[in-house]
């Protein structure tokens, strides 16, 4: 059965490849999905564009177990060589759109699930949760479901990683500033320039650190990305905007950081959210213990995913390699596939038989 499965999350995934699902437009891949689901002969149910199942023999009694990952893709970027919507196979190589991330998790997740769905007397229960809009964090993905689903107590969270487990994952706040000063014509004198302001105040975020340091996730990261200002060459602007992108370990909370910064940033800051908050799991859980027990590393991931929307213990694990996410020519080994399917039941295997 394990090899059928491979196979046909091969095929999937190819598929998957050659069907658009930009954040927010993922009805076609939702097809993809349920068609996997009627091809097995599994109920499902389908909200919005995300797509979720529970096993035959689910036991509210039970603990249970979600195994999740996303659909939507971000838009190809410039630097494609090759059609970044179609599948293609080249020395082991499965290029397209969404390979990486996180196609392979997806389609091996679907397989495990789908491994497990008739298995009976299981220690806990599995839900399989195809979601959509994680590239965009927006308001129609894993986070609608969350009232929908029964309770959750521990979750993996399909991304690549290349099967090590990131036992923790840095939450995000994206942050929106404004340095004021006096707008005048660029041929008088002024004391109050807003552009010259910005030099001291991007030196204090330069310089800005913070006390408390994660043994998995390290520091937190706070990183000027944006800065605007002006509209015309002989005119001194009333402002200057900055946008601040940053990376919050386990010990501290979004609100905290961002209290932090409204109360001494030396000038206007504003959060966007603080809803994305960091995630763990304990290094004793079993589903680490068990990875562990397999020859997996345990590291923490600087990157966000759909962990920052759940409230239960949630492990980052999956096929393939997180430095090849949102690059040209994106792709995926196809060994990697087969071995995130096998690695994934012998996981289970270990838990929840």
Known sequence: MKQELIKKAIELLKNLIETPSFSSEEDKTA???????HEFNIPYTK?????????????????????????????????????????????????????NDAGGCLVSLLATFTYFYLKENLKYNIIFAGTAEEESSGSNGL????????????????EPTLMQLAIAEKGLVVFDAEIKGTPSHAAHPNNN??????IEVLQWFKNLSFEKKSDTLGEVKLTVTQINAGKQHNAVPANVKLV??????????????????VQNAPCFIKPRSLNLNSSSIPIDHDLVKAGISLGRNTYGSPTLSDQAVLNCPSLKLGPGDSKRSHTADEYIYLHE???????YIELLNNVII
């Open 47 to 99: 909200t919005v564009n995300n797509v979720w199942s529970l096993n035959k023999h689910f036991n509210k009694s039970k603990p249970t177990l979600l195994l999740n990952s996303h659909h939507d893709t971000v838009k190809p970027n410039n630097g494609y060589t090759k059609n970044p919507f179609k599948a293609i196979i080249e020395n082991e190589k499965l290029y397209g759109l969404g390979s």
């Open 244 to 261: 601040i992108d940053v990376r919050v370990n386990d010990k501290y909370t979004n609100k905290q950081i961002s209290e932090y910064l």
């Open 143 to 158: 986070n609608s479901l969350l009232s929908i689903l029964p309770k959750i107590d521990v979750a993996i969270v399909g």
């Open 193 to 198: 320039n807003a552009i010259y302001n910005t």
């Open 31 to 37: 097809l993809l999905i349920e068609k996997w689901f």
């Open 337 to 343: 596939i087969e071995e995130g399917i096998q690695l």
